[in-house]
T-cell receptor, first 116, second 114 residues
Framework: NAGVMQNPRHLVRRRGQEARLRCSPM?????VYWYRQLPEEGLKFMVY????????ESGMPKERFSAEFPKEGPSILRIQQVVRGDSAAYFC??????????????FGEGSRLTVL | GNSVTQMEGPVTLSEEAFLTINCTYT??????LFWYVQYPGEGLQLLLK?????DKGSNKGFEATYRKETTSFHLEKGSVQVSDSAVYFC?????????????FGTGTRLQVTL
């Protein structure tokens, strides 16, 4: 049973370019969460999605950041016109539907974005 | 709002020493509480959890007790090993609101030496 799969593991972009990070949740999980971890800091919630719906985006920066979780395919976190301050590890987590949830999140290994 | 406060790291211990990492929280109602561990270059893994007051979570020799009266969930281990070197995160899930939206502490780095 594959865990949460994220790719790419490492991504280097120059300022002004776009970054796309992908996340495939665990089998049977329909809820996806994105977190950002800045160097030497904890994880900060960004967005929570279900298939084709954004449920909670209270942690997303107002500009340049967007997320989707289409009916088919992985969830994507998109960062447009990246700046050096976007350099961080981006973690995706998934959980089963609420009725089967114990509150635990299952994390991927993260995508580490470096902006030059 | 909800928040989690952890003791600052790094914590450096010799193998077989006793470990305590403090965690306190602020939340309304009765949140669920978690400890996650992050090994170098990896994602977070659930270490243990407690869902109601006075519950004790335990796993791999680690324990934490949900103390409602002191709003705490301190992590303990009687005898640490070098392989326990990692970053430990305390987290809470509120009793209401978004399904599994967790609030994390800033993490405590543990280094265990021979």
């Amino acid at each position: 049973n594959a865990g949460v799969m994220q790719n790419p593991r490492h991504l280097v972009r120059r300022r002004g370019q776009e970054a796309r990070l992908r996340c495939s949740p665990m089998k049977g999980h329909s809820h996806v969460y994105w977190y950002r971890q800045l160097p030497e800091e904890g994880l900060k919630f960004m967005v929570y999605l279900q298939k084709e719906n954004i449920i909670d985006e209270s942690g997303m920066p107002k500009e340049r950041f967007s997320a989707e979780f289409p009916k088919e395919g992985p969830s994507i976190l998109r960062i447009q016109q990246v700046v050096r301050g976007d350099s961080a590890a981006y973690f995706c987590a998934s959980s089963p539907p609420a009725s089967g949830s114990t509150g635990e999140l299952f994390f991927g290994e993260g995508s580490r974005l470096t902006v030059l | 709002g909800n928040s989690v406060t952890q003791m600052e790291g790094p914590v450096t211990l010799s193998e077989e020493a006793f470990l305590t990492i403090n965690c306190t929280y602020t939340a309304t109602g009765y949140p669920s509480l978690f400890w996650y561990v992050q090994y170098p270059g990896e994602g977070l893994q659930l270490l243990l959890k407690a869902t109601k007051a006075d519950d004790k979570g335990s796993n791999k020799g680690f324990e934490a007790t949900y103390r409602k009266e002191t709003t705490s969930f301190h992590l303990e281990k009687g005898s640490v090993q070098v392989s326990d070197s990692a970053v430990y995160f305390c987290a809470l899930r509120p009793s209401t609101g978004t399904a599994s939206k967790l609030t994390f502490g800033t993490g405590t780095r543990l280094q265990v030496t021979l």
